[in-house]
């Protein structure tokens, strides 16, 4: 069974960093393309970032040079790096492949 399970959030000052930790089972999360998404208070989804198989990272101008995907082939692992954090960041954060979402964590920048 592939289940997707999100880590690494809570409350943060803007300015602050936090980072977020996807640990996948049931697939080998080397072998697909993976993804973070968000979705703001009120607001629906948004991609954030995405590793493919091969590597090659893409982000959203939102985040470009702020967050910093990852993953750890030995742990099965996806990672978020999240830096300079501001108000808008403020959402629930989900690790997707194309077809499989987990649960989410929450992340709120407040001061």
């Known amino acids: 069974e592939v289940q997707l399970e999100e880590s690494g959030g809570g409350l943060v000052q803007p300015g602050g960093s936090l980072r977020l930790t996807c640990t996948a089972s049931?697939?080998?999360?080397?072998?697909?393309?993976m993804h973070w998404v968000r979705q703001a208070p009120g607001k629906g989804i948004e991609w954030v970032s995405s590793i493919s198989a091969r590597g090659t990272k893409t982000y959203t101008g939102a985040v470009q040079g702020r967050f910093t995907i990852s993953r750890d082939n030995a742990k099965n692992t996806l990672y978020l790096a999240m830096n300079n954090l501001n108000f808008d960041d403020t959402a629930v954060y989900y690790c997707?492949?194309?077809?499989?979402r987990g649960r989410g964590t929450r992340v709120t920048v407040s001061s």
């Open positions: 049931g697939f080998i999360a080397s072998r697909v393309a």
């Open positions: 997707q492949t194309d077809t499989q």
